[in-house]
């Protein structure tokens, strides 16, 4: 029988629970702190930490309501212990440990960039998509903390090929649309701009570490290169370029992305795709990726719901089924601390 499994995830700005039978969600509850964020233009981890404590109750009770569970049923409770901000995911693990007293139930601790990697194998109740695993994978993990191409051999082994240096792909593109004057998150600002001029390279900005040689990814020059040329620009000149600039920035990010990822694929042999991340909504990026997989004759999974592609916990309870039924708990619960810049090494098994 499938693992049931409570999961909790408040790593950065949403306060997420959720739960899963195995792969399938039962019910997902995601409190979203984005408004209290913008006027900041990110994340403020002391509001992120208020909002979390103030709301996390709520949004477990109603993970349990809509999921028609009583505690008594569940096999496991899953947390994510990073990566993360430190003071957030110590309310998510405080919680999920008081409940496993509680209710005398196993804890799994989840790594969040593990629950990212299984996004696009998490299911509907009525078992959606029905894909199943067929490994090893190549991981692309994209969002506004990451950039990571991940060696996925078999069910929690991982091994990191590339990553950035600097920026991650999402915080390159929100750092672009301040300076074209919007406000965070700027990936689906770019985007829509980007689509009005039907994703024009007219500025071709450069594609940074391409000719590295290695699978890791730089995004701060191709800010800079942003910005000297905003700053070239009269007012005017910009408003009428606006479009442009978006989307010649967003083409050299997701070549650069493209390119490395061919790279991996490349070097690896492995031509079966994963995308996971809040980057990974990108549909120019996803038309890409696919043309891509299908060059070398292979395919591309994504989460197959928009909210897998951001932070939520039912990916978290999917690993945690996966962990629960390998036996993975934690045996001194109280032990459990966050680790704000857990790699994806340190969970590998
Ligand atoms: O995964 P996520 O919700 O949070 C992190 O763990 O970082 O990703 C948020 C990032 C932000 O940088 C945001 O600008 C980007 O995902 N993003 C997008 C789009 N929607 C969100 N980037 C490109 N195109 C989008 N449509
Ligand atoms: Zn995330």
Same mark, same amino acid.
């Given at each position: 029988?499938?693992?049931?499994?409570?999961?909790?995830?408040?790593s950065?700005?949403?306060?997420?629970?959720?739960?899963?039978?195995?792969?399938?969600?039962?019910?997902?509850?995601?409190?979203?702190?984005?408004?209290?964020?913008?006027?900041?233009?990110?994340?403020?981890?002391?509001?992120?930490k208020?909002?979390?404590?103030?709301?996390?109750?709520?949004?477990?009770?109603?993970?349990?309501?809509?999921a028609?569970?009583?505690?008594?049923?569940?096999?496991?409770?899953?947390?994510?212990?990073?990566?993360?901000?430190? !003071?957030?995911? @110590?309310?998510?693990?405080?919680? +999920?440990? #008081?409940?496993?007293? &509680?209710?005398?139930?196993? %804890?799994?601790?989840?790594?969040?960039?593990?629950?990212?990697?299984?996004s696009?194998?998490?299911?509907?109740?009525?078992?959606?998509?029905?894909?199943?695993?067929?490994?090893?994978?190549?991981?692309?993990?994209?969002?506004?903390?990451?950039?990571?191409?991940?060696?996925?051999?078999?069910?929690?082994?991982?091994e !990191?090929?590339? @990553?950035?240096?600097?920026?991650? +792909?999402? #915080?390159a593109?929100? &750092?672009?649309?301040?300076? %074209?004057?919007?406000?965070?998150?700027?990936?689906?600002?770019?985007?829509?701009?980007?689509?009005?001029?039907?994703?024009?390279?007219?500025?071709?900005?450069?594609?940074?570490?391409?000719k590295?040689?290695?699978?890791?990814?730089?995004?701060?020059?191709?800010?800079?290169?942003?910005?000297?040329?905003?700053?070239?620009?009269?007012? @005017?000149?910009?408003?009428?370029?606006?479009?442009?600039?978006?989307?010649?920035?967003?083409?050299?990010?997701?070549?650069t992305?493209?390119?490395?990822?061919?790279?991996?694929?490349?070097?690896?042999?492995i031509?079966?795709?994963?995308?996971?991340?809040?980057?990974?909504?990108?549909k120019?990026?996803?038309?890409?990726?696919?043309?891509?997989a299908?060059?070398?004759?292979?395919?591309?999974?994504?989460?197959?719901?928009?909210?897998?592609?951001?932070?939520?916990?039912?990916?978290?309870?999917?690993?945690?089924?996966?962990?629960?039924?390998?036996?993975?708990?934690?045996?001194?619960?109280?032990?459990?601390?966050?680790?704000?810049?857990?790699?994806?090494?340190?969970?590998?098994?």
């Amino acid at each position: 029988m499938e693992k049931l499994i409570l999961a909790i995830d408040t790593s950065c700005d949403e306060t997420a629970a959720a739960v899963v039978q195995g792969r399938k969600v039962r019910s997902s509850v995601i409190y979203s702190q984005i408004l209290m964020h913008k006027e900041w233009g990110g994340v403020v981890p002391s509001i992120a930490k208020r909002a979390h404590e103030e709301r996390i109750d709520w949004v477990i009770q109603e993970a349990m309501k809509k999921a028609v569970v009583q505690h008594d049923q569940l096999d496991a409770i899953a947390v994510t212990y990073g990566p993360g901000l430190a !003071i957030a995911l @110590e309310v998510g693990i405080r919680h +999920a440990v #008081e409940l496993a007293q &509680k209710w005398g139930k196993p %804890l799994v601790s989840v790594n969040h960039m593990e629950g990212h990697l299984y996004s696009p194998f998490v299911q509907n109740s009525k078992g959606n998509p029905s894909r199943t695993f067929d490994f090893p994978y190549l991981g692309l993990l994209i969002s506004g903390g990451h950039t990571e191409l991940v060696l996925f051999k078999d069910h929690l082994q991982y091994e !990191i090929l590339g @990553e950035t240096v600097d920026d991650a +792909a999402g #915080e390159a593109l929100d &750092k672009a649309a301040r300076m %074209l004057g919007f406000g965070y998150p700027g990936g689906p600002v770019i985007e829509r701009l980007a689509v009005t001029v039907d994703n024009t390279d007219k500025y071709v900005f450069p594609r940074p570490m391409m000719k590295s040689g290695d699978l890791n990814f730089s995004f701060s020059g191709l800010k800079t290169a942003l910005l000297y040329k905003v700053r070239k620009m009269s007012d @005017e000149e910009k408003q009428q370029e606006i479009a442009y600039l978006a989307s010649s920035f967003q083409e050299a990010v997701f070549k650069t992305v493209v390119k490395k990822t061919e790279k991996a694929m490349v070097e690896t042999g492995i031509h079966h795709l994963l995308v996971g991340g809040g980057v990974a909504v990108n549909k120019h990026l996803r038309t890409m990726m696919r043309a891509l997989a299908k060059k070398h004759g292979g395919y591309v999974h994504f989460p197959a719901l928009k909210y897998l592609n951001y932070d939520n916990a039912a990916m978290i309870g999917v690993v945690g089924a996966i962990r629960a039924e390998k036996g993975l708990c934690i045996e001194n619960t109280e032990k459990l601390d966050r680790v704000p810049r857990l790699s994806l090494l340190q969970s590998s098994i």
